[in-house]
């Protein structure tokens, strides 16, 4: 309701100035008509009046001309007595006379004073005087008196000429005395119409001023106060949202850095008072980390340099000591080409930092977790093939212990032990006469080829008992070699590798009935890491081996091939024929933890992948859908990339 | 009787057109030949109308002013033009031999101090005429303007049949 209120009482604010400007412009513009008027007014008077006066002198020029013209002739009739000569001359004389007559008719036109008039009139009475002697004189001379013509002329004519003369001279300096007091009344004129308008000016000015501040006392004053209140609501709106940022905007000199405006957050930020922060000289670079100074001045220098926002990132020391990193954000306010201003913003990324090495020291510990899961992995294979070849070696040692335990060697003992208790001469007698004598060379004849038997079925099963202890003997060494050669990129034919990892599952397949089809084609060495990628091989042959063997068919077969993909990569497969991928499990079967096996831990092609990442390479699963196969590629780079 | 009656009307008839027909002849051969020859004065000259005799004396000199002072002057146009053989003719009845004559005869005698003037054209009498307040001039009728003032000749304008100065008609 208020700010309704306060809207009301501006728009009638609006309208009063308005309406006030309005008339102040009404009041302007009539004193503005007032005085075009007064100029133009003035203007016309003096135009008028140098018209008259160049009129009034063209008069009497014209004038004193027909005048002259007209003495003129008439002399020249006193000097002929040819009558027709004598009354052209006086045609011409009153033709003069009448030109004269006209202009002396249009002087009274012009007279404006008095002494002018009077002036006027006198030379129209003394012309008409004139002309009335130059009658008398060409009635004189037409009638052939000359003589008499001239003596009048002399007496009379002459005089009256002269008289008209004078007053033509008369009028003459009057129209001069008229054009000075025109020059004088123009220059008046011109100094009261400047008199005129610096006072209307000044009167202008009185009233636009008090216009002015009658309309600051009114409206204008509440159009202001509704204008300053706006200024300082958006100035709170302007601090509470500079404040409300979660960081510190800041403005400073762009030449010494020196902070001349920082939000409040700067207290919270470094735990220095803001205006210890403006006040403070050399406050920003004093409190850069000392390994970071040099670079982040340097950035601040190049950005004002090149007019350039500037983005970085480093860290500073808090009043507790504590590092803080710092995400800044600036640019540079140009005027006229010229940095005024250094403006931006400081967020504090101390905690996203943190997150950053948490997540760093995460990911290494996964990669170990990884690397030491597809150990496992390995391990679990050669145990597994171990654990195969102990089983022979137990069914050879229970066996051995069996034939020991049946042996006949106990009764062959009491035979002899027979014989040894006989005398010698007795023994003749016992071997031919005693009935267990003369059955003793048949019974150890009978137990020797039992032992016979018993020795060679011994030492057949010592042969096996030693073979597999052998096996288990080669299976541990290339466990150990592969166990030292971890992080070791190794110039290796792709195919011996291949045939490792085979040999760590041979068991399994010829247990599971896998056929294995090798299709290698001839591609040269490339370098790899041999543990990850007999990491990656093992994983694929174990994973090809459980698809196959849930598919529950006959004709179980793994298909792997080798081929160079163009002329920079080597292209290996593992195409089996078990039960396929679906395709929503394609997207996410190299992610962390996603397994299809019960016992899965969703490890195995998860490290796969990035073990072929980080040998510059890839690998990829297509399939059909469910029962189709799958078929594994891994690509790798024929040359080490740096 | 009415056949004489007849015949007398168609005589008197008969008379009355040749009465007619010789009055419209004997007119139009008037006209065709003479006009009226114009006396002409100042304006300022209050005389309106003058005898003939009256003009016979002015025009010889034996009258030299007019009857309220005015010097009178006698205003003719050059030896043979028509303007001045009428008046020669018919005011001064004299031949142009006999009006030299007559008024060097004046001139040596002292009864004449000036002689008629003699201008070349009409429009210099009549612009003589106007300059002198006592001059007398002769014109044709259609020379006369409002610079004139035209007088009667004993009574008679210059348009009457009666007017007594003719010239020939151009």
Excluded at chain 1, 455 to 468: D, G, I, P, T
Excluded at chain 1, 580 to 609: C, D, V
Aim: hydrophobic letters at 45%; one cysteine or more.
């Amino acid at each position: 309701m208020d700010q309704l209120s306060n809207n009301q009482s501006s728009l009638t604010s609006a309208e009063r100035f308005q309406r006030g400007i309005v008339l102040t412009a009404l009041i302007v513009c009539g004193i503005g008509v007032f005085l075009t008027f007064d100029l133009y007014r003035s203007h016309q008077s003096g135009r008028k009046s140098y018209a008259d006066v160049i009129r009034g002198m063209e008069l009497i020029g014209q004038l004193q001309y027909q005048m002259q013209e007209a003495r003129r002739i008439m002399l020249y009739a006193l000097a002929t007595t040819d009558s027709n000569r004598q009354v052209e001359y006086a045609d011409q004389s009153r033709a003069a006379d009448a030109q004269a007559s006209k202009i002396l008719a249009q002087f009274g036109q012009l007279m404006t004073s008095p002494d002018e008039t009077r002036a006027v009139q006198r030379l129209e009475t003394h012309w008409k005087s004139y002309l009335e002697i130059r009658d008398t004189l060409i009635a004189s001379m037409l009638e052939g008196s000359p003589r008499a013509a001239v003596e009048r002329d002399v007496s009379e004519g002459v005089p009256a000429f002269n008289a008209v003369r004078d007053d033509v001279q008369s009028v003459k300096e009057l129209f001069q005395e008229k054009a000075n007091r025109l020059l004088r009344a123009a220059n008046s004129s011109f100094r009261d119409s400047l008199l005129r308008l610096v006072f209307i000016l000044a009167l202008t000015v009185v009233i636009a001023t008090l216009a002015v501040k009658t309309l600051q006392k009114s409206s204008v004053l509440h159009v202001l106060t509704a204008s300053e209140a706006q200024l300082r609501q958006s100035r709170q709106k302007f601090e509470t949202l500079v404040n409300s940022i979660d960081g510190v905007v800041w403005e400073a000199d762009p030449n010494t850095f020196q902070f001349t405006f920082v939000s409040r957050q700067a207290e919270d930020l470094l735990g220095f008072s803001v205006e210890h922060w403006m006040k403070t000289p050399g406050f920003w670079s004093g409190r850069l980390h000392a390994a970071d100074r040099d670079r982040a001045t340097a950035r601040r220098l190049e950005a004002v340099a090149k007019r350039a926002p500037v983005r970085m990132e480093y860290r500073m020391t808090a009043a507790e000591g504590q590092e803080i990193w710092i995400h800044e954000s600036a640019a540079v306010v140009v005027d006229n080409g010229i940095p005024v201003l250094l403006r931006g913003v400081l967020m504090d990324i101390t905690d996203q930092k943190s997150a950053e090495q948490r997540l760093k020291a995460m990911h290494e510990q996964f990669l170990d977790i990884s690397r030491r899961a597809g150990m496992a992995e390995v391990a679990t294979g050669v145990l597994h093939n171990v654990g195969n070849v102990l089983n022979s070696v137990n069914v050879s040692a229970l066996l051995l212990r069996d034939v020991l335990r049946g042996s006949r060697v106990a009764s062959l003992a009491r035979a002899v032990a027979m014989l040894r208790d006989r005398a010698l001469e007795d023994l003749k007698h016992f071997l031919s006469e005693d009935p267990k004598g003369k059955l003793l060379p048949e019974y150890l004849m009978d137990v020797s080829g039992h032992l016979e038997k018993e020795r060679l079925k011994l030492s057949a099963e010592a042969e096996r008992l030693a073979e597999n202890v052998s096996h288990i003997k080669d299976i541990v060494a290339m466990q150990q070699t592969y166990a030292k050669a971890g992080g070791l990129i190794e110039i290796l034919p792709i195919a011996d590798l291949i045939e490792d990892a085979l040999q760590l599952n041979a068991c399994t397949f010829a247990r599971h009935g896998i056929e294995i089809v090798r299709e290698f084609q001839s591609v040269p060495p490339i370098p790899v890491d041999r543990h990850r990628i007999l990491q990656i091989f093992v994983n694929l042959a174990s994973n090809a081996k459980y698809a196959l063997d849930v598919s529950g068919r006959s004709d179980k077969r793994l298909v792997l091939g080798v081929a160079l993909n163009g002329a920079e990569k080597v292209k290996i497969t593992f195409a089996d024929n078990g039960v396929g991928i679906a395709p929503e499990n394609l997207t996410r079967i190299f992610s962390h933890g996603f397994t299809t096996k019960p016992e899965g831990h969703g490890f195995g092609l998860h490290s796969a992948a990035l073990a072929a990442r980080e040998m510059g390479g890839s690998l990829i699963a297509r399939s059909d859908g469910p029962d189709c196969g799958a078929t594994f590629t891994l690509e790798l780079p024929m040359t080490l990339n740096t | 009787m009415i056949h004489r009656k007849i015949q007398l009307a168609v005589r008197v008839a008969a008379l009355m057109c040749l009465c007619v027909l010789w009055g419209a002849v004997a007119g139009e051969a008037v006209t065709a030949k003479e006009e009226p020859l114009v006396i002409v004065v100042n304006k300022k000259n209050p005389i309106d109308n003058l005898s003939f005799d009256d003009l016979r004396k002015l025009c010889l000199a034996e009258r030299k002013y007019w009857s309220e002072g005015g010097k009178v002057t006698i205003v003719l146009r050059e030896p043979d033009q028509a303007e001045r053989d009428a008046v020669l003719q018919q005011v001064y009845r004299m031949t142009e031999n006999e009006f030299r004559r007559y008024f060097l005869q004046s001139s040596f005698t002292g009864e004449v101090q000036s002689t008629p003037k003699e201008l070349t054209t009409a429009n210099g009498v009549r612009r003589f005429v106007f300059n002198v307040p006592g001059a007398i001039g002769f014109v044709r009728a259609a020379d006369v303007d409002d610079s004139v003032k035209v007088i009667s000749l004993d009574g008679r304008k210059p348009g009457d049949v009666s007017y007594r100065l003719k010239i020939s008609a151009r």
